[in-house]
Nanobody, 127 residues
Framework: VQLQASGGGLVQAGGSLRLACAAS??????????MGWFRQVPGKERDLVAA????????YYSDSVKGRFTISKGNLRNTVYLQMNLLKPEDTAVYYC???????????????????WGQGTLVTVSS
């Protein structure tokens, strides 16, 4: 299984970035998977910032990004995007995409269950 994240970079506070994550190589036993975006800064735990169901109809956002970030899926459902607007210096982190197998198309996982992880992409927001 491969989760390829891209789109990180350096942006000024108030600016925008769009992250993308393409998933591939799932075994045939896994037909559905929800996806999420996590972020981590040095010395702290990896936190979930946004998640989306396999169907794309259900989403979750952490309080820290609600109203500023939008998670969405591509037409083929194997790609997830994170549109980040009104970025703040405290959004600076390495962002990881992850996937969790599910049998329910509308399930959004907010905790353990993400079995597959991408390599991370660095987002730096300057003040």
């Amino acid at each position: 299984v491969q989760l390829q994240a891209s789109g990180g970079g350096l942006v000024q506070a108030g600016g925008s970035l769009r992250l993308a994550c393409a998933a591939s190589g799932f075994p045939t036993s896994i037909s559905r998977y929800g996806m999420g975006w996590f972020r981590q800064v040095p010395g702290k735990e990896r936190d979930l910032v946004a998640a989306i169901s396999w169907s794309g109809t259900d989403t979750y956002y952490s309080d820290s990004v609600k109203g500023r970030f939008t998670i969405s899926k591509g037409n083929l459902r194997n790609t997830v995007y994170l549109q980040m607007n009104l970025l703040k210096p405290e959004d600076t982190a390495v962002y990881y995409c992850a996937a969790h197998p599910t049998i329910h198309p509308t399930t959004v996982v907010r905790g353990p269950g993400y079995d597959y992880w991408g390599q991370g992409t660095l987002v730096t927001v300057s003040s």
